[in-house]
């Protein structure tokens, strides 16, 4: 299920760096 949670963000941020995309998924969990 988190795969697919995963998939499913990266889609939605397209081209964001690693670093924003920790920031933002730690944000949907908090």
Do not use: D, H, P, T
Not at 6 to 18: A, D, F, P, T, V
């Amino acid at each position: 299920m988190s795969y697919y949670n995963n998939y499913r963000i990266k889609q939605k941020l397209g081209g964001m760096s690693s670093v924003e995309y920790r920031i933002n998924f730690s944000q949907k969990i908090a």
